[in-house]
């Protein structure tokens, strides 16, 4: 008798609890009579983290030491973004400036061998000047790896010859 009270009721009972497929919802940028300010979109309260913010401010924060691994993807992240403006050396001759657009600064100006690794990383997220935000388009931990290798570029825009170790020097008094 429990086995058959069970296989009729539960099943009877549980038909009435499908309210979840049937509830009202209203369309972003309408307005809502739920809400005093009668708008659907709320600001979200004071606080709120969007999700995966805090670890990619983590990846922010922190610099990450600089390895061969990093430099080299640092040296294809500027490839793609960078060097349109910018030019493959750094030096503001990029394609786009031979098509009359604004030339960007050299990497070797003095004021941005002094700049410190922060302001890179401000640029590449929220864009200078003429330049527009690349956040969108370029992830922290490439942030980190381009800041990296500007930070090359800038090193061996400045290096003296003499600093070279012999096979260097010789490799590069080979070249054109």
Same mark, same amino acid.
């Given at each position: 008798m429990r086995r058959w009270i069970t296989a009729v009721l539960l099943p009877a009972l549980l038909a009435g609890c499908d309210d979840m497929?049937?509830?009202?919802?209203?369309?972003?940028?309408?307005s809502s009579?739920?809400?005093?300010?009668?708008?659907?979109?709320?600001?979200?309260p004071g606080g709120t983290v969007a999700r995966g913010d805090l670890a990619r401010d983590a990846e922010l924060a922190q610099r990450p030491d600089m390895t061969m691994a990093l430099l080299q993807r640092g040296e294809e992240r500027y490839r793609i973004f960078?060097?349109?403006c910018h030019g493959l050396a750094g030096d /503001?001759?990029?394609?786009?400036?031979n098509r009359?657009?604004?030339?960007?600064p050299d990497f070797t100006e003095s004021r941005? $061998?002094? *700049?410190?690794?922060?302001?890179?990383m401000d640029v590449i997220a929220?864009?200078? /000047?003429?330049?527009y935000s690349?956040?969108?388009?370029?992830?922290?931990?490439?942030?980190?790896?381009?800041?990296?290798? $500007?930070? *090359?570029?800038?090193?061996?825009?400045?290096a003296e010859l003499n600093a070279l170790p012999q096979s260097d020097r010789a490799t590069l008094e080979t070249l054109p």
């Open positions: 497929s049937r509830q009202p919802r209203d369309r972003a940028q309408e009579v739920f809400f005093a300010d009668g708008k659907v979109n709320q600001t979200p960078c060097s349109p /503001g001759n990029g394609t786009v400036v009359g657009f604004p030339r960007p941005l $061998i002094d *700049a410190p690794d922060r302001h890179f929220h864009g200078y /000047g003429q330049m690349y956040a969108a388009r370029v992830a922290p931990a490439d942030r980190w790896a381009i800041v990296g290798y $500007i930070r *090359a570029l800038q090193l061996s825009r400045r």
